[in-house]
């Protein structure tokens, strides 16, 4: 074996190394694997020299496995009972039945283990390439297994450090940015926070964004005003009622992810507070609860429905290019959409 190469920790030279070695992608290696005449004669040479190079053996059993499932693209998401998924699954399966692929989705219901389980067992044997949403980006077992999976892989709003993936992100810091520096337009100085906390890349750029609107306008930050564990509505509605019971309540509430919202606003009308006379509220996404809620909720806008296809085409593109791929980050922009839920604070 070729001592330049890079065995994984298995010892056992993987499609990527062979990719890398013949400067092809991962899908023209799969290709020439598995006999497929849509490859071009250069290509075909140099992928059958680096495995030669390499001293590649195809593990027959996955290799059997995989050519029972072509044109498929798997999509795994976090918390499938997100409304944000389903606009952002519909404009992704509309991008890839127009280029002849089926959509397959899996939940992992928030937790790693699901998500490496999903990587190892599920998607490689049955899908071209996936779309990950995941719950963790910290966490070491799942890292490892999105190191070695040997598949195209696109993640949706995560940024975990040192992988060199493609990524489709939104500018969370910006958008947390502009709804901070509203709220002090009008006046608010005790403006709350409750967001998830930094394993996920949203939740550390909502903070950052916070942060900086505060250090833009020489306001100190007050520590017991930001809550960053998680997303679920739940937590929202233990912390909405514990920062409006306190002392010293906030004047207003950003709530950083839709389902936040949904638990911001339970405790808010448990508690009879008015809004946006005693409170103002900005959310994150333009939902139906946002949308419809008495008074609309002013929300951080960006659009769903070009997450999806942008990540689509990534894969599609991946998967007909028979060049090296560098990953590329794709970064969406995100507006303030002002409704009726923020007034100046209440006169004491």
Known sequence: MDKSAKPNKRGAVTIKEVARVAGKSIGTVSRVLNGHPDVTESSRTAVEAAIVRLGYEPNIVAQSMRTRAKKAIGFMVNDISNPLFATITRHAEAVLHDNG??????????????????????????TDAAMLSLSDETNPQLLARLRDVELPLVLMDREPQGLDIDRVMTDHAEGMRLATAYLMSLGHRRIALITADRRISPGRARIDGFTAAHEAAGISVDPDLVRSR?????????????????PSPPTAIISGGNQILLGVMRAVRQLGVSVPGALSIISCDSTDLAELGSPPITVIWRDLAQIGRAAADLLVQRLASEEEWRPRRIML????????????????
């Open 333 to 348: 922009p995100t507006e303030l959409l002002v409704r009726d839920s923020c007034a100046p604070p209440p006169k004491k």
């Open 101 to 126: 692929y089926a959509l397959v989705l899996a939940n992992s219901g928030d937790r790693p283990a699901a998500e490496v389980e999903l990587l190892q067992q599920f998607f490689r044997p049955r």
């Open 230 to 246: 998680n997303l679920s509505a739940s937590y929202a509605f233990q912390e909405t009622f514990s920062l409006l019971s306190s």
